[in-house]
């Protein structure tokens, strides 16, 4: 019996906030499969299942989290505290919004209209609260820290500015149900206003991050899947410039207004995505390179699948916008991609558990 205890202490023990990035992946699965340009016979079933996955997966995770918390509370400030795994914390605000965001893409069959609206509202509420707390608290502190010796720009650090882009895409969802008037102004204010916050912050951490990269290399072979987090906020600002327009009609009754935000998504959505292009490619490389020098399975390797769902929604959105059938493509193409990632990252993750490796830090 008291092994059993020392067991779930354990288990508790180590439950940090990367683990929500689980929730982030799973859900991305549904929510793009919800958006893609294509209809597939089986697909919004799929993704109405993998969207009720991430939403179980997000609750007990959640209580998990909140157990670690109180049980290990001494263990967990020194996760906060840590200069990377500090960062993570952009996960647990992630992981509400695109879930709240499955919630209204294909909640209404499962739970009806008001019930899915409602749970897309409060997780909105939710995680753009907490993603934009954590995109100013995690840089106040690392800025006052006392310890400022060796510290590196690593990929990591994207995770606290990618938030509030995930906000002002899903966002974009809510507009409709404001329709015309102050409440739906303002949250199309709001969210171009955090699609700048999160644009200009990960440029600026991108930059740092380039510059340790080319200048230091990898820390380390088991931290390379991280570089895939730089190109979340290149796939989500992309979505997020091209859906908010999508979404923008009820709410603006000026024609030109309206055709001036899709001209600006159709632009940046063209020349970003060839930025993208290239974060893929090296991305890929260096995933590639780090397979042959031993890359074993850790949570980082959820890093694989967020991102680059990120670039679905963005590629299925840009092409709706402009009608590009090769943009539409290429979002079915990355979709595959996607599929195969998750279900080997997935069966990792799953095979971790159930062994107890995973829980035991």
Not at 19 to 26: E, I, N, P, R, Y
Request: hydrophobic share 55%.
């Amino acid at each position: 019996m008291y092994a059993e205890l020392d067991d779930t202490k354990t288990a508790f023990g180590h439950i940090t906030p990367n683990w929500f990035a689980s929730v982030m992946g799973t859900g991305i699965v549904a929510t793009a499969a919800a958006t893609l340009p294509v209809h597939v016979p089986g697909l919004h079933e799929f993704a109405t299942a993998v969207w009720l996955l991430a939403a179980v997966v997000l609750v007990a995770l959640t209580a998990a989290f909140a157990t670690h918390w109180i049980r290990h509370r001494e263990q967990a400030k020194a996760y906060a505290a840590h200069r990377i795994m500090g960062q993570f914390y952009g996960a647990p605000a992630m992981a509400l919004l695109t879930v709240g965001a499955g919630a209204m893409l294909l909640g209404p069959p499962v739970i009806g209209e008001s019930a899915a609206l409602a749970a897309g509202v409060a997780l909105w509420l939710a995680g753009t609260t907490l993603g934009l707390v954590v995109s100013v608290w995690l840089p106040f502190v690392m800025i006052t820290g006392h310890d400022h010796a060796q510290v590196d720009a690593v990929p990591a650090w994207m995770m606290p500015v990618v938030p509030p882009m995930v906000s002002a895409s899903t966002g974009s969802l809510l507009l409709g149900h404001l329709g015309a008037g102050q409440a739906g102004m303002t949250l199309l204010v709001a969210c171009y206003a955090m699609f700048g916050l999160s644009l200009l912050a990960g440029f600026i951490t991108l930059t740092m991050v380039y510059s340790r990269l080319v200048h230091g290399g990898i820390p380390e072979v088991q931290a390379i899947p991280t570089v895939w987090i730089a190109l979340g906020v290149v796939g989500q600002s992309i979505t997020a410039a091209n859906l908010l327009p999508a979404h923008a009609g009820s709410v603006l009754a000026d024609p030109s207004a309206l055709s001036a935000l899709h001209a600006f998504g159709v632009v940046y959505g063209l020349v970003m995505g060839g930025f993208g292009a290239f974060v893929f490619c090296l991305a890929a490389a260096l995933t590639v390179h780090g397979a042959r020098r031993g890359l074993s399975f850790t949570l980082t390797w959820w890093s694989f699948t967020f991102p680059v769902g990120t670039c679905v929604t963005g590629a299925s959105a840009l092409g709706v916008t402009t009608g590009a059938v090769a943009v539409s493509g290429l979002a079915v193409a990355l979709y595959a991609l996607l599929l195969g990632a998750w279900a080997m990252v997935a069966t990792q993750t799953l095979k971790g558990v159930v062994s107890g490796r995973l829980l035991r830090g």
